[in-house]
């Protein structure tokens, strides 16, 4: 769809690094972030709208969970499929019989939490339903190696540690395709080639992509993705 802040063509920066991971994607987009705002504005300190975002590092990090807690006053961890959409339906939040633990997750995220967070803030450590291509959690198998970078409110940033296990990368799959029969029409498929480029070998890595767009929009104070992309798409003139 298209709103002011999604469009169907746009702009992503994307970055792998071979023996690095998560932790060290959050200090190198923190660092490039700062540079960027700083080398543009002679501050870190940006004006969009009536808010102030200060772009210094180091950011803020919070795990998903915690931020869902502190948002909502509700622990979701170790919640099944059923109390979630429990609690989906207590707060308010919109689902329907597709959706698994992963997108439950992300519809409570999305609706009670992400629009809070204005300056910028890594959310950490996503459940492994909400990320199948990520590394799981060196200290809790149950999560996963992963940030995204909020920003005024919207998602500026997603990063991994890659995962490289074609053995876990076969199961997600696997999971991914029941969800695709329950419905889920964003599921992804069982990507046969790239398992068997898993079994040759990949190294440890760090992957992050980042919306040049709607970094754009923040530095120049440009309210609509449109007034950013080079192409915007127009109405026939008729």
Request: hydrophobic share 35%; glycine share 6%.
């Amino acid at each position: 769809g298209m709103d002011r802040y999604h469009n169907p063509e746009f702009t992503q920066m994307e970055m792998y690094v071979a023996y690095k991971d998560y932790f060290w994607m959050m200090e190198t987009t923190e660092q490039m972030l700062e540079k960027i705002a700083t080398d543009l504005h002679g501050t870190t300190k940006v004006q969009v709208g009536d808010k102030v975002i200060d772009f210094a590092a180091p950011y803020k990090r919070i795990s998903i969970l915690d931020a869902i807690t502190e948002k909502t006053g509700i622990d979701v961890s170790g919640m099944n499929e059923k109390e979630l959409q429990a609690t989906c339906e207590k707060l308010g939040v919109e689902t329907d019989s597709s959706m698994g633990k992963g997108k439950l997750f992300d519809a409570i995220f999305g609706e009670k939490c992400e629009h809070t967070f204005i300056q910028p803030t890594f959310i950490t450590d996503y459940p492994v339903e909400m990320s199948p291509l990520c590394k799981r959690h060196r200290e809790n198998p149950d999560l996963t190696e992963r940030f995204q970078l909020m920003v005024n409110g919207k998602e500026l940033a997603n990063a991994y540690t890659e995962l490289n296990d074609p053995i876990d990368q076969r199961e997600r799959f696997e999971e991914q395709v029941k969800l695709a029969e329950k419905g889920d029409d964003e599921a992804m498929y069982i990507d046969y080639d790239f398992l068997r480029a898993l079994e040759y070998g990949m190294p440890p890595t760090g992957g992050a992509g980042l919306g040049v767009d709607r970094l754009v929009m923040l530095l120049a104070e440009q309210p609509s993705i449109r007034d950013v992309i080079l192409f915007p798409l127009l109405r026939p003139e008729e």
